[in-house]
């Protein structure tokens, strides 16, 4: 029984085969049957038999002659572009299964900045499931690193908070990166209910190492609201700085990612600052003066199907 829901299979041209098709339809587009037989490597009467029983098969005049050529009648025409465009979904299949084939084995290269090692590797998770022969790379460096992979093109896709703007980029923000205050739980601080940036300059900084993209975010906040705010130690990783800040160092600005659900599962609690978080995004940014391979078009794919409905981190 014919499923009416669905799109139709063939069933209704039974009596027409796709050789006969395939002929009758090269013969309207160039012009003659001699020609039509050239171009398939047929004999022409094998061509002219094709089109005669075609015309029977579906008992509809489909060539008349014009002077000394065979001219398609209008119903003829109607036929030649219901081939064509058999033809063209003929073509996007082979599209697909070029696509899928591309997707079996294959390499991709993503930089990421120190701060996305928190929630990148689940985020790729699902993309690297569904295509197991993509070997994928990444190289998880500070944000001046990532910039100098970006200008040498080392990377298809790189995942940073501030992409540079010296170089040929296109960009995706594709998840908020709020950037908060933290403290260690217990701290005096932590007991203030509102807090203003001016107040905390008499408490240690601790900073991320220089190349960091969180340490030049915060120093530009910092810049904004004219407060001076010396770094009292510096620190290569979010965790070594966490660790300080809980072991009473000072105080830090980190990304809201790097820190738990509950930050005092850490000892650490973030402060109440006016203008905190800073409300920073997340970008995906690949080079415009480049192709992207299959791979990398497709993780984009994955990434925005599924973001579109992922929930945004807590402030
Ligand atoms: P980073 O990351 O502090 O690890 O460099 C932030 C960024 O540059 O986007």
Redesign the pocket.
């Known amino acids: 029984m014919i499923d009416s829901t669905q799109p139709p299979g063939l069933e209704r041209v039974p009596r027409a085969s796709l050789v006969q098709l395939r002929s009758f339809e090269a013969v309207v587009r160039l012009g003659g049957v001699g020609r039509a037989a050239r171009a398939l490597h047929l004999a022409q009467p094998t061509v002219s038999t094709q089109i005669k029983e075609l015309a029977i098969a579906l008992e509809l005049v489909l060539l008349e002659p014009q002077g000394r050529k065979l001219v398609p009648t209008a119903i003829g025409e109607r036929l030649a572009l219901a081939v064509r465009s058999m033809g063209a979904v003929w073509q996007g299949f082979e599209e697909d299964v070029a696509a899928l084939q591309g997707l079996r084995r294959g390499r991709l290269r993503i930089a990421a ?4 090692e928190y929630f990148l590797p689940d985020l790729l998770g699902p993309f690297a499931r569904q295509y197991p022969g993509i070997d994928i790379e990444l190289a998880v460096e ?2 001046d690193a ?1 910039v100098a992979r970006l200008e040498r093109g080392d990377d298809e896709l790189a995942a ?3 992409p540079p703007t010296h170089l040929p980029l296109a960009r995706w923000p594709f998840l908020d990166n709020p950037l908060v205050i933290i403290a260690p739980v217990g701290h005096a601080l932590t007991k203030r209910r509102r807090l203003k940036l001016s107040e905390l300059t008499g408490e240690p900084l601790l900073v ?1 190492e220089a ?7 915060a120093e530009q906040a910092f810049a904004a609201q004219s407060i001076n705010w010396p770094p009292r130690m510096a620190l290569g990783s ?1 965790e070594a700085i966490k660790h300080a800040v809980r072991a009473g160092l000072g105080l830090a600005v980190l ?1 809201r990612h790097t820190l738990s659900h509950n930050p005092a599962d850490d000892g650490l609690a973030v402060l109440p600052v006016t203008g905190f978080p800073l409300r920073r995004q ?1 970008h995906l940014v690949w080079r415009q003066d480049r192709a992207l391979s299959l791979p990398a078009r497709t993780l984009l794919d994955d990434l925005r199907a599924r973001l579109q409905v992922k929930a945004r981190p807590r402030a």
């Open positions: 900045v120190t701060t996305t500070n944000r990532v940073m908070m501030l991320r190349g960091s993209g969180t340490r030049a975010a979010n990304s997340w």
